[in-house]
Protein backbone atom coordinates (compact mmCIF):
# COMPACT_ATOMS: atom_id res chain seq x y z
CA UNK A 1 0.00 0.00 0.00
CA UNK A 2 1.38 3.51 -1.10
CA UNK A 3 2.05 6.41 1.83
CA UNK A 4 1.19 9.58 1.18
CA UNK A 5 4.95 10.72 -0.25
CA UNK A 6 4.54 7.83 -2.81
CA UNK A 7 0.95 9.01 -3.90
CA UNK A 8 1.89 12.89 -3.76
CA UNK A 9 5.29 11.94 -6.36
CA UNK A 10 2.69 9.80 -8.50
CA UNK A 11 0.45 13.41 -9.13
CA UNK A 12 3.87 15.19 -10.14
CA UNK A 13 4.45 12.42 -12.54
CA UNK A 14 1.21 11.35 -13.20
CA UNK A 15 -1.60 12.99 -16.73
CA UNK A 16 -1.87 16.44 -14.39
CA UNK A 17 -2.04 19.81 -15.34
CA UNK A 18 0.93 22.16 -14.80
CA UNK A 19 -0.56 24.34 -11.94
CA UNK A 20 -1.69 20.99 -10.21
CA UNK A 21 1.90 20.07 -10.15
CA UNK A 22 3.12 23.41 -8.68
CA UNK A 23 1.23 23.35 -5.66
CA UNK A 24 1.78 19.48 -5.18
CA UNK A 25 5.89 20.76 -5.49
CA UNK A 26 5.13 23.58 -3.08
CA UNK A 27 3.70 21.01 -0.13
CA UNK A 28 6.52 18.41 -0.27
CA UNK A 29 8.96 21.54 0.14
CA UNK A 30 7.62 23.73 2.31
CA UNK A 31 4.56 22.09 4.01
CA UNK A 32 5.19 18.15 5.10
CA UNK A 33 1.68 18.21 7.49
CA UNK A 34 -0.06 19.72 4.81
CA UNK A 35 1.23 17.65 2.25
CA UNK A 36 0.36 14.37 4.64
CA UNK A 37 -2.93 15.61 5.46
CA UNK A 38 -3.84 16.56 1.49
CA UNK A 39 -2.86 12.59 0.74
CA UNK A 40 -2.72 10.51 3.40
CA UNK A 41 -6.29 9.32 2.31
CA UNK A 42 -8.93 9.70 -0.53
CA UNK A 43 -11.65 12.48 0.35
CA UNK A 44 -14.64 10.28 1.20
CA UNK A 45 -17.39 10.19 -0.59
CA UNK A 46 -19.80 9.22 2.20
CA UNK A 47 -23.63 8.64 1.80
CA UNK A 48 -24.17 12.06 1.24
CA UNK A 49 -21.53 12.86 -1.40
CA UNK A 50 -18.15 14.80 -0.84
CA UNK A 51 -17.11 17.74 1.68
CA UNK A 52 -13.82 19.21 2.46
CA UNK A 53 -11.40 22.33 2.16
CA UNK A 54 -9.96 22.64 -1.60
CA UNK A 55 -6.89 22.25 -2.76
CA UNK A 56 -4.48 19.45 -4.80
CA UNK A 57 -4.51 16.18 -3.30
CA UNK A 58 -6.77 13.18 -2.76
CA UNK A 59 -8.27 14.45 0.14
CA UNK A 60 -9.05 17.59 -1.26
CA UNK A 61 -11.89 19.13 -3.30
CA UNK A 62 -10.18 19.72 -6.61
CA UNK A 63 -11.60 19.38 -10.13
CA UNK A 64 -9.68 15.80 -10.59
CA UNK A 65 -11.80 14.22 -6.94
CA UNK A 66 -14.71 16.07 -8.57
CA UNK A 67 -14.37 14.22 -11.90
CA UNK A 68 -13.77 11.01 -10.16
CA UNK A 69 -17.10 10.88 -7.92
CA UNK A 70 -19.15 12.60 -11.38
CA UNK A 71 -17.37 9.12 -13.15
CA UNK A 72 -18.51 6.57 -10.79
CA UNK A 73 -22.00 8.47 -10.73
CA UNK A 74 -21.84 7.93 -14.35
CA UNK A 75 -21.04 4.63 -14.03
CA UNK A 76 -23.72 3.18 -11.63
CA UNK A 77 -26.75 5.62 -13.92
CA UNK A 78 -25.06 3.74 -16.76
CA UNK A 79 -25.44 0.71 -15.34
CA UNK A 80 -28.58 0.47 -12.86
CA UNK A 81 -31.22 2.89 -15.08
CA UNK A 82 -32.69 1.92 -17.86
CA UNK A 83 -34.62 4.56 -20.58
CA UNK A 84 -33.70 8.43 -20.50
CA UNK A 85 -31.31 9.09 -18.19
CA UNK A 86 -30.55 13.29 -16.98
CA UNK A 87 -28.71 15.12 -14.40
CA UNK A 88 -29.73 18.26 -12.86
CA UNK A 89 -27.06 20.24 -11.63
CA UNK A 90 -26.64 23.53 -9.24
CA UNK A 91 -24.27 25.43 -6.91
CA UNK A 92 -23.80 28.17 -4.64
CA UNK A 93 -21.78 30.79 -4.55
CA UNK A 94 -18.53 29.48 -3.34
CA UNK A 95 -15.24 29.76 -4.46
CA UNK A 96 -15.42 26.88 -7.76
CA UNK A 97 -18.84 26.13 -7.20
CA UNK A 98 -19.16 26.76 -10.70
CA UNK A 99 -16.20 25.58 -12.34
CA UNK A 100 -17.03 21.64 -10.35
CA UNK A 101 -20.31 22.23 -11.99
CA UNK A 102 -19.61 22.87 -15.34
CA UNK A 103 -16.63 19.78 -14.48
CA UNK A 104 -19.72 17.90 -13.41
CA UNK A 105 -21.84 18.46 -16.42
CA UNK A 106 -19.34 17.68 -18.91
CA UNK A 107 -18.36 14.61 -17.60
CA UNK A 108 -21.75 12.88 -17.66
CA UNK A 109 -23.10 14.67 -20.85
CA UNK A 110 -19.20 12.67 -22.13
CA UNK A 111 -21.09 9.40 -20.68
CA UNK A 112 -24.08 9.84 -22.67
CA UNK A 113 -26.28 11.25 -19.87
CA UNK A 114 -28.42 14.42 -20.58
CA UNK A 115 -27.53 17.36 -17.88
CA UNK A 116 -30.32 20.22 -16.91
CA UNK A 117 -27.20 22.64 -15.58
CA UNK A 118 -28.50 25.90 -13.84
CA UNK A 119 -27.62 29.48 -15.47
CA UNK A 120 -25.89 30.46 -12.20
CA UNK A 121 -26.17 30.05 -8.25
CA UNK A 122 -29.27 28.22 -7.15
CA UNK A 123 -30.27 27.17 -3.69
CA UNK A 124 -29.82 23.43 -2.67
CA UNK A 125 -33.92 23.23 -2.34
CA UNK A 126 -34.31 24.74 -5.71
CA UNK A 127 -32.02 21.82 -6.99
CA UNK A 128 -34.08 19.09 -5.18
CA UNK A 129 -37.14 20.57 -6.58
CA UNK A 130 -35.70 20.60 -10.59
CA UNK A 131 -34.98 17.10 -10.04
CA UNK A 132 -38.67 16.01 -9.86
CA UNK A 133 -40.07 18.85 -12.14
CA UNK A 134 -37.82 17.43 -15.09
CA UNK A 135 -38.78 13.96 -13.73
CA UNK A 136 -34.29 13.69 -13.93
CA UNK A 137 -32.81 10.19 -12.95
CA UNK A 138 -30.61 12.28 -9.91
CA UNK A 139 -28.72 15.34 -9.32
CA UNK A 140 -26.02 17.15 -8.04
CA UNK A 141 -25.43 20.46 -5.69
CA UNK A 142 -21.95 21.76 -5.32
CA UNK A 143 -22.01 23.53 -2.39
CA UNK A 144 -20.17 22.93 0.99
CA UNK A 145 -23.35 24.52 2.97
CA UNK A 146 -22.76 26.69 6.10
CA UNK A 147 -18.56 25.28 6.47
CA UNK A 148 -16.16 28.51 6.13
CA UNK A 149 -15.00 29.60 2.68
CA UNK A 150 -11.72 27.28 2.64
CA UNK A 151 -14.69 24.38 1.94
CA UNK A 152 -16.65 23.19 -0.82
CA UNK A 153 -18.69 19.91 -1.33
CA UNK A 154 -20.90 17.79 -3.78
CA UNK A 155 -24.34 16.65 -2.95
CA UNK A 156 -26.33 13.81 -4.76
CA UNK A 157 -29.36 13.65 -4.79
CA UNK A 158 -32.12 11.10 -6.62
CA UNK A 159 -34.73 10.58 -8.49
CA UNK A 160 -37.25 11.61 -5.47
CA UNK A 161 -35.48 14.63 -5.04
CA UNK A 162 -34.14 13.73 -1.67
CA UNK A 163 -29.99 12.91 -0.97
CA UNK A 164 -29.35 9.44 -2.08
CA UNK A 165 -30.07 7.02 0.92
CA UNK A 166 -30.16 3.20 0.71
CA UNK A 167 -29.07 1.22 -0.98
CA UNK A 168 -28.62 3.49 -3.54
CA UNK A 169 -25.90 5.23 -1.72
CA UNK A 170 -23.85 2.63 -0.84
CA UNK A 171 -23.91 1.43 -4.55
CA UNK A 172 -22.94 4.77 -5.80
CA UNK A 173 -20.48 5.11 -3.15
CA UNK A 174 -18.81 1.56 -4.18
CA UNK A 175 -18.43 3.10 -7.85
CA UNK A 176 -17.18 5.89 -7.07
CA UNK A 177 -14.08 3.95 -5.26
CA UNK A 178 -13.77 1.62 -7.95
CA UNK A 179 -12.14 5.48 -9.72
CA UNK A 180 -8.57 5.22 -9.11
CA UNK A 181 -7.09 7.53 -11.44
CA UNK A 182 -7.74 11.01 -13.32
CA UNK A 183 -7.40 8.85 -16.54
CA UNK A 184 -10.32 7.20 -15.97
CA UNK A 185 -12.83 10.02 -15.81
CA UNK A 186 -14.45 11.10 -19.41
CA UNK A 187 -12.95 15.01 -18.90
CA UNK A 188 -12.72 15.23 -22.71
CA UNK A 189 -15.84 13.50 -25.24
CA UNK A 190 -14.72 10.25 -26.65
CA UNK A 191 -14.11 9.35 -29.98
CA UNK A 192 -17.04 8.03 -31.96
CA UNK A 193 -19.57 8.55 -29.11
CA UNK A 194 -22.32 11.06 -29.19
CA UNK A 195 -21.80 13.78 -25.88
CA UNK A 196 -25.60 13.94 -24.40
CA UNK A 197 -26.81 17.55 -24.28
CA UNK A 198 -26.25 19.94 -21.64
CA UNK A 199 -29.54 21.69 -21.26
CA UNK A 200 -29.70 25.20 -19.37
CA UNK A 201 -32.35 25.80 -16.65
CA UNK A 202 -33.03 29.65 -15.26
CA UNK A 203 -36.19 31.63 -15.20
CA UNK A 204 -38.83 29.23 -15.94
CA UNK A 205 -37.63 26.98 -13.40
CA UNK A 206 -37.97 29.80 -10.99
CA UNK A 207 -41.60 30.56 -11.15
CA UNK A 208 -42.17 27.08 -11.44
CA UNK A 209 -40.41 26.84 -7.86
CA UNK A 210 -41.77 30.20 -6.71
CA UNK A 211 -45.73 29.22 -7.47
CA UNK A 212 -45.51 26.10 -5.49
CA UNK A 213 -44.11 27.29 -2.45
CA UNK A 214 -46.75 29.92 -2.56
CA UNK A 215 -49.52 27.48 -2.65
CA UNK A 216 -47.92 26.07 1.23
CA UNK A 217 -49.06 29.61 2.64
CA UNK A 218 -51.77 29.29 5.50
CA UNK A 219 -52.88 32.78 6.48
CA UNK A 220 -52.99 35.13 3.59
CA UNK A 221 -55.37 37.33 5.50
CA UNK A 222 -53.49 37.96 8.62
CA UNK A 223 -50.34 38.65 6.00
CA UNK A 224 -52.48 41.61 4.32
CA UNK A 225 -53.17 42.89 8.02
CA UNK A 226 -49.78 43.07 8.66
CA UNK A 227 -48.05 43.53 5.57
CA UNK A 228 -45.06 46.12 7.20
CA UNK A 229 -43.97 43.99 9.74
CA UNK A 230 -40.42 44.99 8.84
CA UNK A 231 -38.43 42.53 7.93
CA UNK A 232 -34.60 41.86 7.71
CA UNK A 233 -33.06 39.26 5.54
CA UNK A 234 -29.22 38.95 4.67
CA UNK A 235 -28.49 35.63 2.43
CA UNK A 236 -24.67 35.91 3.99
CA UNK A 237 -23.27 36.42 0.79
CA UNK A 238 -24.77 33.49 -0.86
CA UNK A 239 -27.51 32.30 -3.13
CA UNK A 240 -30.96 32.99 -1.07
CA UNK A 241 -31.02 36.12 -2.62
CA UNK A 242 -32.29 35.10 -5.91
CA UNK A 243 -35.37 34.40 -4.65
CA UNK A 244 -36.13 34.81 -0.92
CA UNK A 245 -36.59 38.69 -1.29
CA UNK A 246 -39.12 37.50 -3.81
CA UNK A 247 -40.97 34.83 -2.34
CA UNK A 248 -41.53 37.25 0.37
CA UNK A 249 -42.80 39.77 -1.56
CA UNK A 250 -45.25 37.66 -3.76
CA UNK A 251 -46.58 36.22 -0.06
CA UNK A 252 -47.65 40.22 0.35
CA UNK A 253 -45.01 41.44 2.76
CA UNK A 254 -43.78 45.07 1.66
CA UNK A 255 -41.22 46.30 4.29
CA UNK A 256 -38.02 44.32 3.30
CA UNK A 257 -35.41 45.59 4.35
CA UNK A 258 -31.28 44.51 3.25
CA UNK A 259 -27.82 44.38 4.55
CA UNK A 260 -26.34 45.83 1.62
CA UNK A 261 -22.43 44.40 2.67
CA UNK A 262 -23.83 40.87 2.60
CA UNK A 263 -26.06 40.99 -0.66
CA UNK A 264 -23.44 40.45 -3.36
CA UNK A 265 -22.99 36.53 -3.67
CA UNK A 266 -18.69 35.93 -2.37
CA UNK A 267 -17.59 32.42 -1.88
CA UNK A 268 -14.91 34.21 0.22
CA UNK A 269 -17.90 35.09 2.43
CA UNK A 270 -15.81 38.90 3.48
CA UNK A 271 -18.34 40.04 6.15
CA UNK A 272 -18.54 36.71 8.52
CA UNK A 273 -15.73 34.25 9.61
CA UNK A 274 -18.00 31.37 8.94
CA UNK A 275 -21.44 32.04 7.23
CA UNK A 276 -23.24 29.76 9.38
CA UNK A 277 -26.47 31.78 10.49
CA UNK A 278 -26.12 29.47 13.85
CA UNK A 279 -23.21 31.59 14.92
CA UNK A 280 -24.11 34.67 15.83
CA UNK A 281 -21.18 36.67 14.62
CA UNK A 282 -22.98 35.48 11.57
CA UNK A 283 -25.61 37.72 12.50
CA UNK A 284 -24.24 40.84 14.06
CA UNK A 285 -24.78 42.96 10.73
CA UNK A 286 -28.29 41.57 10.61
CA UNK A 287 -29.01 42.36 14.40
CA UNK A 288 -27.54 45.65 13.78
CA UNK A 289 -29.24 46.52 11.18
CA UNK A 290 -32.63 45.10 12.88
CA UNK A 291 -31.98 47.71 15.90
CA UNK A 292 -31.15 50.63 13.07
CA UNK A 293 -34.54 50.09 11.77
CA UNK A 294 -36.47 48.86 14.48
CA UNK A 295 -37.04 45.88 12.45
CA UNK A 296 -39.25 42.97 14.25
CA UNK A 297 -37.92 39.65 12.75
CA UNK A 298 -34.51 38.88 11.10
CA UNK A 299 -34.52 35.92 8.76
CA UNK A 300 -30.76 34.78 7.58
CA UNK A 301 -30.08 31.78 5.15
CA UNK A 302 -26.14 29.94 4.42
CA UNK A 303 -24.69 29.82 1.66
CA UNK A 304 -27.23 27.14 -0.31
CA UNK A 305 -30.14 28.69 1.16
CA UNK A 306 -31.73 25.31 2.89
CA UNK A 307 -30.79 26.63 6.58
CA UNK A 308 -32.53 29.38 7.97
CA UNK A 309 -31.95 31.54 11.11
CA UNK A 310 -33.74 33.69 12.55
CA UNK A 311 -34.10 36.63 15.32
CA UNK A 312 -36.84 38.31 17.30
CA UNK A 313 -37.83 41.18 19.65
CA UNK A 314 -38.22 39.63 23.92
CA UNK A 315 -40.78 41.44 25.97
CA UNK A 316 -37.97 43.91 26.96
CA UNK A 317 -37.60 44.76 23.12
CA UNK A 318 -33.86 43.29 22.59
CA UNK A 319 -33.33 41.02 19.11
CA UNK A 320 -32.68 37.38 20.24
CA UNK A 321 -31.38 35.00 18.09
CA UNK A 322 -33.51 31.70 18.09
CA UNK A 323 -32.07 28.39 18.04
CA UNK A 324 -33.36 25.64 15.17
CA UNK A 325 -35.26 23.70 18.34
CA UNK A 326 -37.18 26.54 19.35
CA UNK A 327 -37.96 28.23 15.44
CA UNK A 328 -39.36 25.08 14.58
CA UNK A 329 -41.47 24.25 18.17
CA UNK A 330 -43.56 27.71 17.54
CA UNK A 331 -43.60 26.72 13.88
CA UNK A 332 -44.85 23.27 14.07
CA UNK A 333 -47.13 24.66 16.23
CA UNK A 334 -48.32 27.41 14.28
CA UNK A 335 -48.36 24.96 11.19
CA UNK A 336 -50.77 22.23 12.89
CA UNK A 337 -52.57 24.85 14.27
CA UNK A 338 -53.99 26.65 11.19
CA UNK A 339 -54.04 22.74 9.65
CA UNK A 340 -56.91 22.30 12.38
CA UNK A 341 -58.70 25.19 12.23
CA UNK A 342 -58.93 24.86 7.76
CA UNK A 343 -60.10 21.53 8.67
CA UNK A 344 -57.23 19.55 7.03
CA UNK A 345 -56.39 17.03 9.73
CA UNK A 346 -57.79 13.90 9.41
CA UNK A 347 -55.34 11.32 11.31
CA UNK A 348 -53.36 10.77 8.47
CA UNK A 349 -50.93 13.41 9.05
CA UNK A 350 -47.69 12.88 9.60
CA UNK A 351 -44.11 15.14 10.71
CA UNK A 352 -40.47 14.20 10.97
CA UNK A 353 -37.64 15.27 13.16
CA UNK A 354 -34.45 13.91 13.98
CA UNK A 355 -32.88 11.89 17.17
CA UNK A 356 -30.89 15.38 18.10
CA UNK A 357 -33.86 17.61 17.41
CA UNK A 358 -36.28 18.89 20.41
CA UNK A 359 -39.02 16.52 21.99
CA UNK A 360 -41.00 19.55 22.35
CA UNK A 361 -41.92 18.81 18.53
CA UNK A 362 -42.52 15.18 19.45
CA UNK A 363 -45.27 16.71 22.49
CA UNK A 364 -46.76 19.26 20.10
CA UNK A 365 -47.62 16.86 17.38
CA UNK A 366 -49.05 14.24 20.06
CA UNK A 367 -51.21 17.07 21.52
CA UNK A 368 -52.74 17.19 17.98
CA UNK A 369 -52.90 13.82 17.27
CA UNK A 370 -50.12 13.95 14.31
CA UNK A 371 -47.81 10.85 14.22
CA UNK A 372 -44.12 11.82 14.81
CA UNK A 373 -41.54 10.22 12.99
CA UNK A 374 -37.98 10.22 14.39
CA UNK A 375 -35.20 9.68 12.12
CA UNK A 376 -31.03 9.92 12.29
CA UNK A 377 -29.76 13.05 11.69
CA UNK A 378 -29.44 14.61 8.04
CA UNK A 379 -32.34 15.55 6.58
CA UNK A 380 -32.36 12.97 3.79
CA UNK A 381 -33.87 10.97 6.25
CA UNK A 382 -36.89 13.31 6.87
CA UNK A 383 -37.13 13.11 2.83
CA UNK A 384 -36.77 8.99 3.16
CA UNK A 385 -40.21 8.82 5.35
CA UNK A 386 -41.56 11.19 2.42
CA UNK A 387 -40.60 8.77 -0.21
CA UNK A 388 -41.73 5.39 1.64
CA UNK A 389 -45.48 7.57 2.77
CA UNK A 390 -45.96 9.02 -0.39
CA UNK A 391 -49.68 7.63 -1.27
CA UNK A 392 -50.70 6.17 1.76
CA UNK A 393 -50.31 9.50 4.46
CA UNK A 394 -49.52 13.37 3.97
CA UNK A 395 -46.65 15.00 5.07
CA UNK A 396 -47.32 18.19 7.30
CA UNK A 397 -43.70 18.97 8.13
CA UNK A 398 -40.26 18.32 9.25
CA UNK A 399 -37.07 19.70 11.01
CA UNK A 400 -33.82 19.10 12.08
CA UNK A 401 -32.26 21.46 15.02
CA UNK A 402 -29.71 22.43 12.85
CA UNK A 403 -31.32 25.25 11.60
CA UNK A 404 -33.02 22.58 8.64
CA UNK A 405 -37.16 22.85 7.64
CA UNK A 406 -39.45 21.86 5.22
CA UNK A 407 -43.52 22.07 4.69
CA UNK A 408 -45.08 20.20 1.65
CA UNK A 409 -44.31 17.76 -0.72
CA UNK A 410 -42.42 20.15 -3.19
CA UNK A 411 -39.10 19.98 -2.07
CA UNK A 412 -37.28 17.25 -0.37
CA UNK A 413 -35.02 18.64 1.61
CA UNK A 414 -34.74 21.42 3.98
CA UNK A 415 -35.77 24.67 2.50
CA UNK A 416 -34.64 28.21 3.92
CA UNK A 417 -37.04 29.94 1.22
CA UNK A 418 -40.36 27.56 2.36
CA UNK A 419 -39.32 27.93 6.34
CA UNK A 420 -38.56 31.88 6.24
CA UNK A 421 -41.87 32.65 4.61
CA UNK A 422 -43.61 30.75 6.89
CA UNK A 423 -42.02 32.23 9.73
CA UNK A 424 -42.88 35.74 8.25
CA UNK A 425 -46.41 34.71 7.66
CA UNK A 426 -46.65 32.95 11.42
CA UNK A 427 -45.43 36.53 12.51
CA UNK A 428 -48.27 37.93 10.85
CA UNK A 429 -50.51 35.73 12.42
CA UNK A 430 -49.31 35.82 15.96
CA UNK A 431 -49.85 39.64 15.67
CA UNK A 432 -53.11 39.19 14.80
CA UNK A 433 -53.64 37.64 18.42
CA UNK A 434 -51.74 40.57 19.67
CA UNK A 435 -48.53 38.46 20.14
CA UNK A 436 -44.67 38.44 19.38
CA UNK A 437 -43.25 35.57 18.15
CA UNK A 438 -41.24 35.42 21.22
CA UNK A 439 -44.50 35.71 23.28
CA UNK A 440 -45.64 32.74 20.94
CA UNK A 441 -42.80 30.59 22.08
CA UNK A 442 -43.49 31.33 25.74
CA UNK A 443 -47.20 30.00 24.73
CA UNK A 444 -45.66 27.21 23.93
CA UNK A 445 -43.48 26.72 26.92
CA UNK A 446 -46.34 27.42 29.05
CA UNK A 447 -48.49 24.70 27.34
CA UNK A 448 -46.03 21.87 26.50
CA UNK A 449 -43.49 22.49 29.28
CA UNK A 450 -39.97 24.24 29.21
CA UNK A 451 -37.29 22.05 26.78
CA UNK A 452 -34.13 23.72 26.97
CA UNK A 453 -31.09 22.34 24.20
CA UNK A 454 -27.99 23.17 23.50
CA UNK A 455 -25.06 21.63 20.80
CA UNK A 456 -21.44 22.10 21.53
CA UNK A 457 -18.55 20.89 19.31
CA UNK A 458 -15.01 19.80 19.72
CA UNK A 459 -12.81 20.84 16.69
CA UNK A 460 -9.79 17.65 15.54
CA UNK A 461 -8.51 18.39 12.35
CA UNK A 462 -5.91 15.87 10.43
CA UNK A 463 -5.27 12.53 10.80
CA UNK A 464 -4.92 12.52 14.13
CA UNK A 465 -7.83 14.27 14.68
CA UNK A 466 -10.09 11.90 13.58
CA UNK A 467 -8.07 8.73 15.36
CA UNK A 468 -8.93 10.95 18.67
CA UNK A 469 -13.06 11.67 17.79
CA UNK A 470 -13.01 8.00 17.54
CA UNK A 471 -11.02 7.43 19.86
CA UNK A 472 -13.98 9.09 22.31
CA UNK A 473 -16.99 7.43 20.97
CA UNK A 474 -14.61 3.55 21.48
CA UNK A 475 -14.30 4.78 25.22
CA UNK A 476 -17.74 5.93 25.42
CA UNK A 477 -19.12 2.69 24.49
CA UNK A 478 -16.61 0.99 26.51
CA UNK A 479 -17.65 2.74 29.35
CA UNK A 480 -20.39 5.34 29.42
CA UNK A 481 -20.67 7.85 32.45
CA UNK A 482 -23.40 6.31 35.02
CA UNK A 483 -24.62 9.91 36.25
CA UNK A 484 -25.97 12.44 34.23
CA UNK A 485 -26.28 15.53 35.51
CA UNK A 486 -26.27 14.16 38.79
CA UNK A 487 -29.17 11.31 38.25
CA UNK A 488 -28.89 8.19 37.46
CA UNK A 489 -28.15 6.38 33.52
CA UNK A 490 -30.80 4.39 32.81
CA UNK A 491 -30.93 4.23 29.29
CA UNK A 492 -28.37 3.56 25.98
CA UNK A 493 -28.87 3.88 22.63
CA UNK A 494 -25.89 2.98 19.89
CA UNK A 495 -27.01 3.49 16.88
CA UNK A 496 -24.56 1.28 15.39
CA UNK A 497 -27.00 -1.66 16.67
CA UNK A 498 -29.99 -1.04 13.28
CA UNK A 499 -31.01 -4.40 15.23
CA UNK A 500 -31.92 -2.69 18.64
CA UNK A 501 -32.87 1.04 16.74
CA UNK A 502 -34.94 0.28 13.71
CA UNK A 503 -32.73 2.84 11.71
CA UNK A 504 -29.84 2.52 9.60
CA UNK A 505 -26.65 1.62 11.54
CA UNK A 506 -25.00 5.36 12.36
CA UNK A 507 -22.00 6.48 15.02
CA UNK A 508 -23.91 8.07 17.07
CA UNK A 509 -24.44 6.99 21.20
CA UNK A 510 -27.78 8.63 23.70
CA UNK A 511 -27.46 8.27 27.08
CA UNK A 512 -30.54 9.25 29.13
CA UNK A 513 -31.07 9.71 33.05
CA UNK A 514 -34.19 8.97 34.98
CA UNK A 515 -35.12 12.62 34.71
CA UNK A 516 -35.14 12.15 31.01
CA UNK A 517 -32.34 14.15 30.31
CA UNK A 518 -30.28 13.10 26.82
CA UNK A 519 -27.14 13.67 26.20
CA UNK A 520 -25.93 12.76 22.60
CA UNK A 521 -22.76 12.30 21.10
CA UNK A 522 -21.99 11.70 17.14
CA UNK A 523 -19.06 12.76 14.83
CA UNK A 524 -19.98 15.26 12.40
CA UNK A 525 -20.61 13.72 8.72
CA UNK A 526 -18.95 16.74 7.38
CA UNK A 527 -16.59 18.68 9.41
CA UNK A 528 -13.54 17.55 11.73
CA UNK A 529 -15.98 17.74 14.91
CA UNK A 530 -17.14 15.63 17.55
CA UNK A 531 -20.45 17.01 18.47
CA UNK A 532 -22.27 16.59 21.65
CA UNK A 533 -26.22 17.49 21.93
CA UNK A 534 -27.79 18.34 25.47
CA UNK A 535 -31.42 17.96 26.14
CA UNK A 536 -33.40 18.82 29.37
CA UNK A 537 -36.77 18.88 30.75
CA UNK A 538 -38.27 20.84 33.42
CA UNK A 539 -38.18 24.61 35.23
CA UNK A 540 -34.24 23.57 35.76
CA UNK A 541 -33.80 22.80 32.51
CA UNK A 542 -31.11 26.20 32.00
CA UNK A 543 -28.87 25.20 34.83
CA UNK A 544 -28.80 21.03 34.31
CA UNK A 545 -27.81 22.15 30.29
CA UNK A 546 -24.81 23.82 31.94
CA UNK A 547 -24.07 20.59 34.20
CA UNK A 548 -24.19 18.42 31.12
CA UNK A 549 -21.84 20.95 29.17
CA UNK A 550 -18.86 20.35 32.17
CA UNK A 551 -19.44 16.70 32.47
CA UNK A 552 -19.10 16.21 28.85
CA UNK A 553 -16.49 19.20 27.58
CA UNK A 554 -13.92 20.42 29.82
Known amino acids: ?304 ADRLGIAVRNDEGKMVQLTGNQTWSFLTYYILTRWKELGK ?12 TSELIAAICKSFGVKCYNVLTGFKYIAEVQKQQEGKTEFVCGGEESYGFNLGSFVRDKCAQIAGVMVAECAAWAADKGMTLWQLLQKVYDEYGLYVEKMVYIVRKGKTGAEEIQKIMADYRATPPQVIAGKKLVKVIDYLKPEETGLPKSNVLQFFNEDGDVVTVRPSGTEPKIKFYFGATGADAPAKIETLKAQFVS
Open 345 to 356: LNGKQYCVKTIV
Open 1 to 304: MKDYKQIAQSWLDGNFDAATKAEVKQLMETDPVGLEDAFYRNLEFGTGGLRGTMGVGTNRMNKYTVGMATQGLANYIKAHVEGPRSVCIAHDSRNNSRLFAEISAEVLSNNGIKVYLFEDLRPTPELSYSIRLKKATAGIMVTASHNPKEYNGYKVFWCDGGQITAPVDKDIVAEVGKIEDPAEVRFQPVPGEAKAPIETMGKEEDECYLRDQLSLTLSPEAVRRHADIKIVYTPLHGCGVRLMPEALKRVGFTNIIHVPEQEVPDGNFPTVASPNPEEPAAMAMALAKADETGADLVLATDPD
